[in-house]
């Protein structure tokens, strides 16, 4: 099974999750999935097709982790320190995994994830990548070649087999295809090999030059071109494909960002990286077409301007190419493995258009248009639903076939009024992926009367109040919710009654009115009458009532009964009100004086949070005065809006020697 090598890995904590991977218009798509990865860098990354699971190894954290095609971990293998190259043997039986800092090679057995062996290669410093080709074990270290026969009773371990071709100093890259047998591509700074290993060593085919840049490299399955991750020729960034024959280029995949990883499908099928903040991530071309077929555009989950950024090298297929396998990584250092499904689908563009209103029961058209990279045929069939207030979950109305240039058009007789939402699909098929897309319509609805009584009226404190709602003419619904909001923050719009309105139209709930509230009517509509909402606000007034102590009597001088106080006596009055907070209650004194009462003053006193307010008069100190107080809730002044003004009693105060 194939694998491709990463050259280089980012040591950074994992400290944040990540979203899901962007939606766009012209070509990026979603993927099947976005899981964080538990792992402190990235350095290879190999797909077990037989298994489905993925392969990462971190070199930082010393450990492989597996997960499945979902990104879910199934195993983790630690103990690695250093680990780099992977590489999954023909029978999917085996991932063979370079550990650098041990200069050994270990094998994983793919049913239990376990390790089966360890591999010293003694005189090889730090092998970076593996690859397997016709059952050798091939690596990497330094700016030279080694391999690793595992077929004998003994393993077989062989050195410096660059063979004279003279590698620049760099981290050495590998490639091979199960398709290809005895061939392996290696290079390393800017110098690229072919090799001939079908027998015990690494013959040399073509020696050539590639970009010191490169992060990634894969061979064709037709064995025809190895493709490089990067090419900074003046022009222009891409992918440059290199004859096996003499390494001339033959084709370029352009990339508009920096070309940092390259993959190639057992199909053919090219996927491309690039490391970009502001452009498409992952580029899939089909065989020497330089238009990408499809793109895919990752998500911002860092905290920079720039989205997150694929790791060099980090791509790898799935053997049956329904997916790539990308990792990802943003500015916390967060790696995430995204699976980008249907890669080598084309991704099309369904656009709908509906008109922004129409009449109920009239004709309306709707049009469209179905396009994509490689235009479909005429005729393509494509599903509609009709989705109204009578058919919540959609109704399918008749296919309908594109013309030639992939515009549509439909009509349609809405039988219900309200939002009318069309949708069109396309099943998609063997080199398109499915689409769709949709448009809502308003359509006209009758208006129906709805009331709700008392509104403005004013109540004592702590009534109970009948609010009655009248619906007059609709189609299927006659049910009305009775909703009342209290004034104040601290009590929040409830709910009173849901029901189906009676014979004569009318749904009624009860308030108790210990505070301004207002009661909302609602009629949701249905699909021939609007919605309607009709609110009626009522008043309460405060509970008030003020107690006096300190007299030594009571008495009537006329009618009115009074409270007798000594002269140097001070009158206490002790206010009880309906708590609410912040309150304060008003006192206000007025002076008898020649057959008339005058205003001498009002003060306003706080309540304590059980509603009460005791205050004390000073005491005039001459006989013969007569005094009235009362207490009041001012709507506004007193603290609060949520009562009505109230004024309490009037107690009336007489001194005497």
């Not at 509906?354 to 309306?364: M, Q, S, T």
């Not at 399918?396 to 009318?420: E, M, N, R």
């Not at 107080?629 to 109230?646: A, C, E, L, P």
């Amino acid at each position: 099974m194939r694998r491709r090598s990463i050259s280089t890995a980012t040591a950074l904590a994992v400290v944040l999750s990540s979203a899901a991977l962007a939606v766009g218009t012209a070509g990026p798509a979603a993927a099947d999935s976005a899981k964080i990865l538990p792992v402190k860098s990235v350095g290879d990354i190999v797909v077990d097709g037989a298994h489905q699971r993925v392969y990462v190894s971190d070199p930082t954290g010393g450990k492989i982790v597996v997960t499945d095609y979902a990104g879910a971990v199934k195993a983790t293998l630690s103990g690695l320190a250093g680990v780099t190259g992977l590489a999954l043997s023909a029978d999917s039986g085996q991932v063979y995994a370079a550990v650098k800092n041990s200069d050994r090679i270990v094998s994983v057995e793919t049913q239990t994830y376990t390790q089966t062996a360890s591999y010293p290669l003694a005189g090889a410093d730090a092998p970076a990548d593996v690859e397997v080709v016709d059952g050798r074990i091939w690596f990497g270290y330094g700016s030279n070649l080694g391999s690793l026969d595992v077929s004998g009773a003994e393993p077989v371990v062989r050195l410096d087999q660059e063979a004279g071709v003279g590698f620049s100093t760099g981290s050495m890259l590998l490639a091979a295809d199960p398709a290809v047998p005895g061939v392996l591509v290696a290079g390393a700074g800017g110098t690229l090999a072919v090799y001939d290993v079908s027998a015990d060593g690494a013959v040399p085919r073509v020696k050539g030059d590639m970009d010191t840049a490169v992060k990634q490299l894969d061979l064709t399955p037709d064995g025809k071109q190895v493709i490089t991750s990067w090419d900074g020729s003046g022009a222009g960034y891409g992918l440059p494909a290199y004859s096996t024959t003499d390494l001339t280029e033959v084709a370029s995949y352009p990339i508009d960002a920096y070309p940092n990883a390259v993959t190639v499908a057992p199909d053919g099928s090219i996927a491309g990286g690039s490391f970009s903040w502001y452009e498409p991530d992952v580029h899939i071309h089909r065989p020497g077409d330089p238009k990408p077929t499809r793109e895919y555009d990752f998500p911002n989950t860092g905290d920079s301007s720039g989205a997150d950024t694929l790791v060099d090298g980090a791509l790898a297929w799935a053997p049956d190419a329904s997916r790539v396998f990308a990792v990802s990584v943003n500015t916390y250092g967060t790696y995430t493995l995204r699976a980008l499904t249907d890669p080598t689908k084309e991704l099309p563009t369904l656009t709908v258009s509906a008109p922004a209103k129409a009449e109920r029961a009239k004709k309306l058209t709707v049009t469209g248009k179905l396009t994509s990279k490689t235009r479909l045929a005429a005729g393509t069939s494509l599903t509609v639903t009709r989705t109204d207030l009578d058919s919540p979950n959609g109704k399918a109305l008749a296919a309908v076939k594109t013309k030639a240039d992939g515009s549509f058009s439909f009509t349609d007789t809405p039988p219900a009024g309200g939002k009318v939402t069309y949708k069109v699909s396309y099943a998609g098929d063997a080199t398109h992926a499915a689409a769709s897309g949709s448009d809502a319509v308003q359509v006209s609805r009758k208006a129906t009367t709805l009331t709700l009584n008392n509104n403005g009226k004013l109540y004592s404190y702590g009534k109970d109040v009948t609010f009655t709602a009248h619906l007059g003419t609709t189609y299927k619904n006659r049910t009305v919710a009775i909703y009342a909001d209290p004034f104040g923050s601290d009590k929040p719009k409830k709910l009173l009654k849901k029901a189906k309105v009676n014979a004569g139209g009318n749904l009624s709930a009860t308030v108790d009115m210990t505070r301004d509230t207002t009661v909302t009517a609602v009629f949701d509509g249905d699909a021939r009458y609007a919605s309607k909402t009709v609110k009626s606000t009522a008043y309460a007034k405060a509970k008030i009532s003020t107690t006096v102590s300190k007299h030594y009597k009571t008495g009537k001088i006329g009618s009115t009964t009074y409270y007798y106080f000594r002269k140097n006596t001070d009158p206490v009055l002790t206010t009880t009100m309906n708590y609410y907070s912040g309150r304060k209650q008003r006192l206000q004194l007025q002076v008898y004086y020649q057959g008339s009462w005058y205003d001498s003053g009002s003060e306003y006193f706080a309540l304590a949070t059980n509603g009460k307010s005791a205050v004390s008069l000073d005491a005039p100190g001459e006989s013969g005065i007569r005094a009235r107080m009362r207490s009041s809730y001012i709507n506004g002044s007193s603290g609060d809006t949520v009562n009505s003004t109230t004024h309490g009693a009037w107690k009336y105060l007489t001194f005497t020697n």
